[in-house]
């Protein structure tokens, strides 16, 4: 099995190093990854200049590519070509941080991973539950690769990709399993205005107070609870409830004729 390795928090992130180990049990890892770190820049494709992929060593002395886009622009160009062989898996992570709910709309990681699923390419993004830096990405990787092992035998159905995250606890005080839906996690968001040496303003988005909405059988519940959590993610984002609803508005019955 040939397994591309991606992330969001560049190439020389611990996370990455302790992923692509352990899935060299499973086969042969590729990485490709950001130069530098693209935490939170969502599924955004790089248009506007041109990419690159730098050949550069890991810390284990193997060679990896570093690329100047983002997490979802490494998917494309490994899957495109600069990668030889065929891809048969796309893992996005180890990311240092949860991917919980609705952090799934901005999390690089998770785009990588979808990425690969619009390409056709099994994939799941994998995260650590961890808010500090000294962390044992052992359980993690471990299951990575367990998980990475099962999908040669389990196929995802199409468009489908996995999120998966794993909490920061020692491997003994983690419970087990959970198969969940997506939860709701919401950030409390504020601005702070400041100025410059010149006197223009400039602003910090801030949101790191974070509010769980803690349901049964959501990520955000499993993780809580001290059980790894692992979602199937659709491409299709439609609410088919509310596109049955809202034939009944007569929406469809407006006279384009009335728009000049």
């Not at 200049?49 to 570093?66: C, F, H, I, M, Q």
């Not at 439609?238 to 384009?256: A, K, P």
Request: net charge negative; charged share 20%.
């Amino acid at each position: 099995m040939n397994i591309l390795v991606t992330n969001d928090d560049g190439i020389h992130a611990e996370g990455l190093l302790a992923l692509k180990s352990a899935l060299e049990r499973s086969g042969k890892v590729y990485v490709v990854a950001p130069d530098r770190p693209r935490s939170a820049c969502g599924h955004s494709i790089t248009l506007h200049k041109p990419l690159r992929a730098d050949e550069v060593r890991l810390r284990d002395g193997s060679t990896a590519y570093a690329s100047n886009g983002t997490p979802s622009d490494c998917v494309s160009l490994a899957l495109l070509g600069l990668i030889e062989e065929p891809i048969d898996l796309v893992v996005a992570g180890i990311n240092r941080g949860p991917n919980l709910g609705w952090d799934l709309t901005y999390s690089g990681t998770v785009s990588a991973a979808m990425e690969g699923a619009i390409m056709g390419v099994q994939s799941f993004a994998i995260s650590v539950t961890a808010d500090r830096t000294d962390v044992d990405y052992t359980p993690t990787a471990s299951f990575a690769a367990w998980l990475a092992a099962l999908l040669q035998e389990q196929r995802l159905p199409a468009d489908t990709l996995l999120n998966v995250n794993v909490p920061a606890l020692p491997i003994d005080q983690i419970k087990g399993v959970r198969i969940t839906r997506q939860g709701q996690r919401r950030y409390t968001g504020n601005v702070v205005k400041r100025l410059d040496p010149s006197g223009r303003a400039y602003y910090w988005l801030g949101g790191d107070t974070v509010v769980d909405k803690l349901d049964e059988g959501t990520d955000v519940k499993a993780i809580a609870d001290g059980y790894i959590s692992v979602s199937p993610i659709h491409l299709d984002l439609t609410d088919y409830n509310t596109l049955r609803e809202m034939f009944s508005w007569g929406i469809q019955n407006f006279d384009v004729r009335n728009l000049g």
